[in-house]
C-alpha cells in the first residue's frame, strides 16, 4: 500500500450518506461488496450497496466513487438505479463476513471477525480489504458474551475466508482469471464450453464484462448477451464504448435492438442510434461519440486532468478537441485538436485554443475506411475527429477501430506467441495452428 494512503474500517461507512458532485444527497451505505480471491490475496472491493430515498438499493461502483471521507462517500453522480441483485462470485461485507469465525494462521487459534479495513491502491482506483479486526477465543451465545484479546492483523494472517486453489465453479475461474487483460479473458471465454462461458460472463461486473465483449467474436458477443437478463444486457451495453456497442446492437434482430434502447439511458440509447444510422465501413461508423471535448477557455491543465481519465484508451487520450458549446457531441464549432505531447511541453494555465493543430482537415462521417486508413499512415496519428458539413464534432476514431476493421473477420480466432531467437531475443512468431 502506498505510504499515506486512507484506511477506514468498514464499522465507520455503515449508513453514511453518499453525495453526487453537487453536494446533492442521494442515499446511504448500506453494505461493501468485494470479491474473494484464491489463497489468501486480499479481496478487491467492487463497491457498495446503496439505499435511496425510495429505500430501493442499488449497486455503486468504487469506479463511480471519487472520495470516501469522514463520514461521507462522494460519487460522480452516474447512477444505476436498477435493484441490487448479489452475484454468485460476490460478498457482502457486512452480511456475510463480520461476525464469521476464522483461525489465526501465526497461532492457530479461533477468533470473531468484528471488522475490517479498506485501502485503495497506489496510483490505481481499485480497493482491497487489508485488515482484519478480530477478538480471540470461542464465540458467545446471544446470552453470554465471551470477553477475549482483540486485534489487528493482515488480511493473509487469517485463514476461513478465500477460495480454495483448485476450486472448478465461476467463482474460482473468476479469481485466477482476475489479473488478465480484457483480451486475454475474452480469448479464454471463447474457448471454455457455452454454458461455463455463460457462467462467468453472468458473474463478471458490469464494467469488465464490457471490455471482454469488446474483445469477442461478434458471435460470442451475441451468444452472452443473449443469455443476460434484459436489463443487464442494457447496462453492459452502456458501459461499452458507444462504437462497439452500436456494433453489436446493428447483429441483433430488430425487435430485440428495439428492446433493448428503450431499456438503455436516452442519451446513450441516442449515441447508438446515432452510430446505427452510418455505414458501417465509414468514419461515422467506426467513431466514438465520447472523446475529450473542452472549451476555448479550458487550460492546460484542464486537459490533462481530462488525459489522466484512466478509463480513457490510450488513443482517446492522445489528444483533446477545442469546440465551441455544447461540450457533448454533436458540440459546437470544431476548433481544432491539441495533442497530449503538445501539452507536456507548455505552462499549465496556458489556453488550450492557442495550441491548436488547426491545418489538419478532419474526417468526413460518409468517408470510407481506406481515406480513413490513409488518413492515419499519412499523418501518423493515433485518433482523428469526425466534424460534419455544419462544423460540428461528432466523435472520433482511433487507430485501434481501422485496424479492427481492416484485418480478416476471423482474426480474433489466430493466436499470437513470442518466441525467442539464437541470442535470446523475443521476437513476433508465427501463428498458431
Not at 471463447?190 to 461478434?218: G, I, Q, T, W
Request: aromatic share 4%; proline share 6%; with cysteine.
Amino acid at each position: 500500500m502506498a505510504a499515506g494512503a486512507p484506511r477506514i474500517f468498514v464499522s465507520h461507512l455503515a449508513g453514511v450518506p453518499v453525495f453526487d458532485p453537487n453536494g446533492d444527497q442521494v442515499g446511504r451505505v448500506r453494505d461493501l461488496v468485494v470479491m474473494l480471491r484464491v489463497g489468501r490475496r486480499p479481496p478487491r472491493v467492487l463497491g457498495l450497496v446503496v439505499e435511496l430515498s425510495t429505500r430501493r438499493r442499488i449497486f455503486l461502483p468504487m469506479t463511480r466513487i471519487t472520495g470516501i471521507e469522514s463520514g461521507q462517500v462522494i460519487s460522480t453522480g452516474v447512477m444505476n438505479v436498477r435493484r441490487f441483485e448479489q452475484r454468485p462470485t460476490e460478498r457482502l461485507v457486512f452480511g456475510e463476513l463480520l461476525d464469521r469465525r476464522v483461525t489465526l494462521v501465526e497461532t492457530g487459534e479461533e477468533a470473531t471477525v468484528l471488522d475490517m479495513s479498506v485501502q485503495q491502491l497506489p496510483a490505481r482506483r481499485d480497493w482491497e480489504i487489508d485488515r482484519v479486526f478480530v477478538r480471540k477465543g470461542k464465540k458467545g451465545s446471544a446470552f453470554r458474551r465471551v470477553k477475549g484479546e482483540t486485534l489487528t492483523v493482515d488480511w493473509a494472517g487469517v485463514s476461513g475466508f478465500s477460495l480454495e486453489e483448485h476450486g472448478q465453479g465461476a467463482e474460482n475461474l473468476l479469481a485466477t482469471f482476475e489479473q488478465l487483460r480484457p483480451a486475454d479473458l475474452a480469448n479464454v471465454l471463447h474457448h471454455l464450453s457455452a454454458k461455463r462461458r455463460a457462467e462467468v460472463a453472468a458473474a463478471l461486473d458490469d464494467d469488465r464484462l464490457a471490455d471482454v465483449l469488446e474483445e469477442l467474436p461478434e458471435d460470442d458477443q451475441i451468444e452472452i448477451l443473449g443469455k443476460l437478463q434484459e436489463e443487464r444486457a442494457a447496462d453492459v451495453l452502456e458501459a461499452m464504448d458507444p462504437d462497439d456497442a452500436a456494433d453489436l446492437l446493428s447483429e441483433l434482430p430488430e425487435e430485440d435492438k428495439e428492446r433493448l434502447l428503450s431499456l438503455m439511458q436516452p442519451g446513450d440509447a441516442a449515441d447508438m442510434r446515432r452510430l446505427m444510422s452510418y455505414e458501417e465501413h465509414t468514419a461515422g461508423g467506426l467513431m466514438t461519440t465520447e472523446p475529450i471535448v473542452l472549451r476555448p477557455d479550458a487550460t492546460v491543465a484542464d486537459a490533462l486532468a481530462r488525459v489522466r481519465n484512466p478509463d480513457l484508451s490510450p488513443a482517446l487520450a492522445a489528444q483533446v478537441y477545442v469546440c465551441r458549446p455544447p461540450d457533448e457531441t454533436p458540440t459546437g464549432k470544431y476548433l481544432g485538436t491539441a495533442h497530449f505531447q503538445r501539452l507536456l511541453r507548455d505552462p499549465p494555465y496556458t489556453l488550450v485554443s492557442s495550441l491548436l493543430d488547426d491545418d489538419l482537415q478532419p474526417l468526413s462521417p460518409d468517408d470510407a475506411l481506406p481515406v480513413i486508413a490513409g488518413f492515419f499512415a499519412t499523418y501518423d496519428m493515433v485518433a482523428a475527429p469526425v466534424v460534419d458539413e455544419a462544423g460540428s464534432l461528432l466523435g472520433a476514431v482511433t487507430v485501434d477501430d481501422v485496424l479492427d476493421h481492416m484485418l480478416p473477420d476471423d482474426w480474433r480466432e489466430t493466436e499470437f506467441h513470442l518466441e525467442e531467437n539464437p541470442e535470446g531475443d523475443k521476437k513476433a512468431g508465427d501463428h498458431a495452428s
